[in-house]
């Protein structure tokens, strides 16, 4: 291929895929032939599959508010818990909870001026004051835990010293992950009833003594469902606002409600899924610290799926050091994962030095093109002030071609197979193309922006030959796209912006982790984005705490104080 024309084949990528970007509601979704992959294919169409499922700047609404449920079923149960909880409580508490990290927390209770249950209380009474049906409303949480309070008084009785950090504190999940008690619906009305067991990952927490706050809303489907819709968007959950300009800003997604909620203070911290982006996406579009782990590192079990071969949970947090404890209080083998694997690390093992780490000396690779963002360059001065190299570099003219198509190919069988091995089992639907119908007997409220991708899943006939040599295309041009570049300039790690190298990032199956770098002229949040290589996560968590304590960039919504 022409110099010129993988040029612009790059131009298209970066424009279409990994930035926030106009709806295009006239260009279709690519399509090539099942039959072969042409490893050295890089046409536009092809690029253009991530076009599907990046950010969308979307400024009109088909929805708002949910159609499904409402602010009075969600409270039903919880507002007799919270009858002694009042304004004046609310008040008091707000200094010592609101943007304080987990070991703030911690020692606020130790010292004795809150308790679990208060501390549980003040975020369900905040949820219930700014969720929804309000001036100020953000749709970003769809239910609540009926038990959080209850759970929060055992605790009480409970506590030791030798707890984990994670121990007591509230965290909202992404309502793609299974946890007893709440319907997880990944936003879609087939899933209303889809009360299960915990997910592995949820497991893990309550060993610890977190407390399961509630769900959070997010794209439906994991944004895999629509194509032509807001990021934010899920017939259960109604329409996910951004809280630094609602109805303005971009949540992104998929995570959507996992972002917002923890940008304004819902939980202490929340727990969303990537495939590409859906992670880095909404953190960085609300704020918020957002880490994409390493495929393998944290358990897969128990959350509806687009990709088994992509997917991974992982923390949503507004400090690096709070990350660095949900990673830590997360991660392990799930035997029931194929992707899984041992780590021989104790507990403790990710926060461990944490605040101790140095840049100094450390060579961070940068972009050439992103050179223009006022934001990013500021970034890597502070870096420079840090200690560290920072190298201009160009970047490998690589594509991602058939990335859309093994999305397809994988959410054809992994959707079964999570219905069959996780979901409820009086639940009759089974695969895509069950959805679809479904969905088609009240079109209105379960897809109002229509069902594309879903339609695209159903129509394509790739087999699992074609789908492995879409995976090795796609994970060798990945590697190469970080590889080549880090060998060449002697770099320990590579530096972007929000989710722009995601869908590198996703098929390499490497760590990447988003910190809050500031705001634009119009006060639009943007993120750092640090990428390191299989493994990195421990790095990746120091050298963003690094550059979070030295450029202080992160400010709290300000109607939400």
């Known amino acids: 291929m022409k110099k010129s024309t993988m040029r612009i084949t790059i131009l298209f990528l970066f424009l279409f895929a990994f930035t926030s970007c106009k709806n295009d509601k006239n260009s279709d979704q690519s399509k090539t032939e099942a039959s072969q992959v042409n490893d050295n294919s890089e046409s536009k169409e092809e690029d253009l599959d991530l076009k599907a499922i990046s950010t969308k700047d979307f400024t009109e609404f088909k929805v708002l508010d949910s159609k499904i449920i409402t602010k009075k079923e969600i409270w039903e149960s919880i507002n007799p818990q919270l009858e002694d909880f009042s304004e004046e409580n609310y008040d008091r508490l707000k200094p010592l909870i609101l943007e304080q990290d987990i070991p703030s927390l911690q020692k606020h209770i130790y010292e004795g001026k809150f308790n679990y249950e208060e501390l549980t209380k003040f975020y369900l009474y905040r949820i219930r004051k700014y969720n929804r049906e309000n001036p100020l409303s953000l749709n970003s949480v769809i239910s609540v835990n009926p038990k959080a309070i209850e759970k929060a008084k055992q605790l009480d009785n409970e506590k030791s010293l030798k707890a984990h950090p994670i121990y007591g504190m509230p965290i ?291 087999d699992a030959i074609f789908l492995e040599k879409i995976i090795d295309t796609l994970q060798t041009n990945g590697k190469q796209y970080f590889d080549v570049p880090m060998e060449e300039h002697n770099l320990d790690g590579f530096l972007s912006i929000n989710n722009y190298h995601a869908g590198f990032a996703a098929v390499a199956e490497y760590p990447a982790i988003t910190v809050p770098m500031g705001y634009t002229e119009e006060g639009k949040p943007k993120g750092l984005t640090f990428i390191g290589k299989r493994l990195q996560e421990k790095l990746l968590l120091e050298w963003a705490y690094i550059y979070e304590q030295a450029s202080k960039a992160r400010k709290a919504p300000e109607n939400y104080n």
């Open 172 to 462: 909202l999940l992404k309502d793609n992950i299974n946890a007893s008690g709440m319907a997880t619906t990944a936003g879609a009305v087939a899933l209303q009833d889809n009360l299960t067991e915990d997910a592995f990952i949820v497991e893990k927490l309550k060993d610890k003594g977190a407390i399961i706050l509630g769900k959070a809303n997010l794209s439906e489907w994991a944004y895999f469902f629509c194509g032509d819709c807001p990021s934010g968007y899920s017939a259960i959950g109604g329409q996910t606002l951004n809280p630094y300009g609602r109805r303005i800003f971009d949540t992104g997604g998929s995570s959507s409600g996992s972002g917002v909620s923890v940008s304004v203070n819902f939980a202490a911290v929340t727990l969303g899924s990537e495939t590409s982006g859906s992670i880095l996406s909404p953190a960085s579009q609300n704020s918020a610290v957002g880490l994409k782990p390493t495929i393998g590192l944290v358990s897969r079990s128990g959350i509806v799926p687009i990709s088994s071969t992509l997917d991974t949970a992982g923390p949503i947090t507004r400090t690096v050091i709070d990350n660095a404890i949900v990673l830590d209080a997360i991660f392990g083998e799930d035997k029931a994962d194929g992707k899984s694997f041992m780590m021989m690390w104790e507990p403790g093992f990710y926060t461990k030095n944490l605040t101790e780490g140095s840049i100094e000396g450390k060579r961070f690779g940068a972009p050439k093109r992103l050179m223009e963002d006022t934001l990013f360059v500021n970034a890597l001065e502070v870096l420079k002030a840090q200690g560290a190299e920072i190298v201009e570099i160009e970047e490998e003219e690589l594509g991602l071609p058939n990335f859309l198509r093994l999305l397809n190919l994988d959410m054809k069988k992994d959707l079964p197979a999570y219905m069959e091995n996780y979901a409820n089992t009086d639940i009759e639907l089974r695969t895509v193309a069950d959805m679809m119908a479904f969905n088609l007997k009240d079109s209105a409220n379960t897809m109002p922006y229509g069902q594309k991708l879903f339609k695209g899943i159903v129509e394509d006939e790739g």
